[in-house]
């Protein structure tokens, strides 16, 4: 499936946190910025379910093949929003990966300068249902790849970045109901 389908022959965990021992605190320890979080079903979900949350976990790794899974389960509006910051340096310096109006957005801030990169044009609107994004990090280069759980992985965009490799942290951010 080459071109379509991304390889892990070469995959070395660098972060890695599947939330199923119910623990976020430890192996690795995940840093609450805002709101509340619980690891307690298995996956890592804001407490409430509303507001603004942000949590963290250290991350060197700015050259990386990044995997995350993601459910909608509530029923907010077209303004409530998610995001990874792939590549997370500073408030004014990050990359990420937005789901937002039902589309995943490539986005990066730039010296406190925001800019929607690229989106992809399939959408992952469905309630209750996972979706495994799949993002290969190289120098500029941002490849995202993504799909319902059980589908075929499928390449959806390539873009490239100018916030460089940096990074010292991988963080996720929720706007609204998730």
């Not at 890592?44 to 700015?62: C, D, E, F, K």
């Amino acid at each position: 499936l080459a071109g379509d389908s991304p390889s892990l022959a070469s995959f070395t965990s660098r972060v890695y946190d599947a939330f199923t021992d119910g623990d976020y605190t430890s192996s690795p320890a995940w840093t609450v910025e805002s709101g509340t979080w619980s690891a307690a079903t298995g996956a890592l979900v804001p407490v409430p379910q509303s507001g603004a949350r942000a949590i963290s976990t250290a991350n060197t790794y700015g050259n990386a093949d990044v995997w995350y899974a993601f459910k909608r389960t509530g029923t907010g509006g077209g303004l409530d929003n998610s995001m990874v910051q792939l590549r997370y340096v500073d408030a004014n310096n990050w990359l990420g990966v937005r789901w937002a109006w039902g589309m995943l957005i490539v986005v990066e801030k730039v010296n406190g300068v925001e800019q929607d990169l690229a989106y992809t044009a399939m959408t992952f609107t469905a309630q209750d249902i996972w979706y495994d994004v799949y993002v290969q990090l190289d120098g500029s280069s941002v490849v995202l790849f993504a799909c319902e759980r059980g589908d075929t992985v499928q390449r959806l965009l390539e873009t490239t970045t100018s916030t460089g490799a940096s990074t010292s942290a991988l963080r996720v951010r929720v706007s609204g109901v998730i």
